[in-house]
């Protein structure tokens, strides 16, 4: 690990160690979730002027008009993605700065992941790199149609909030598998679908805040 990358004072080890410990407090019982965080340099996914504060729980901004998700949804909702150890092909929706997909490729063995802001992937690809996180692939598309040709998948993990899922991306889950979203409008809220023989189950979870999935793409 170069030096930015292992960081000091607010940046170091330790001050990480204290953000794994209060999302332990919180609730996070996976520990593979946890080791994970524990080691990803979390400072590195934002701006040099903010880098002090990553390790807050917090939603920081990215740039764009985006948000880095806090600490706690980052853990929460690769969580609940992470029922099942064999989790093969992931895809995310709302690549932002790459943290939840730096996260993402612990949990599983193939990460896709698509941005609609090219700008904002260009960056994100550089420092995905940097990193040397090698098992995902990045693409600038709008996310909302998936990615058919590399599904289905295990779990599909939405980072921004919308009113439905449209069919195309519940088709690419794969039967047993399921995908994990922010649904609703003024008011949002964690979801879970489960895709099953029969058809899908949805389950609604705690109260969340996301930056809204939009349509098309951003070249520059
Ligand atoms: N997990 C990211 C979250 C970034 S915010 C992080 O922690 O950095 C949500 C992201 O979703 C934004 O970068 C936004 O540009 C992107 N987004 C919104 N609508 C999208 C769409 N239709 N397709 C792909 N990405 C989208």
């Not at 929706?93 to 193939?110: D, F, H, M, N």
């Not at 023989?197 to 979870?205: D, I, N, P």
Request: charged content about 20%; hydrophobic content about 40%.
């Amino acid at each position: 690990m170069n030096v930015r990358h292992s960081g000091i004072g607010m940046t170091s080890q330790r001050t990480r160690m204290r953000m794994i410990e209060r999302l332990r407090a919180q609730g996070i019982a996976d520990e593979v979730i946890l080791s994970a965080m524990g080691t990803i340099p979390r400072h590195i996914f934002v701006e040099e002027a903010l880098a002090s504060r990553a390790y807050e729980d917090v939603a920081l901004p990215i740039n764009y008009g985006q948000t880095i998700s806090s600490p706690w949804i980052v853990a929460r909702m690769s969580e609940l993605l992470h029922v099942t150890s064999n989790l093969e092909k992931v895809l995310e929706i709302g690549t932002g700065c790459g943290y939840q997909t730096a996260v993402l490729a612990k949990i599983a063995q193939k990460v896709y992941s698509i941005e609609r802001i090219g700008p904002l992937l260009t960056r994100t690809r550089v420092r995905l790199q940097e990193l040397q996180i090698r098992n995902i692939y990045l693409k600038h598309a709008d996310g909302l149609l998936g990615l058919a040709e590399a599904g289905p998948f295990d779990g599909i993990i939405m980072t921004a909030v919308t009113t439905h899922v449209p069919t195309t991306l519940l088709e690419q889950i794969v039967v047993g598998g399921r995908m994990v979203f922010p649904k609703g409008t003024q008011k949002q809220n964690l979801c879970v679908i489960e895709r099953n023989s029969q058809g899908y189950t949805e389950t609604v979870l705690e109260e969340v805040n996301f930056v809204p999935m939009l349509a098309g793409v951003i070249k520059k």
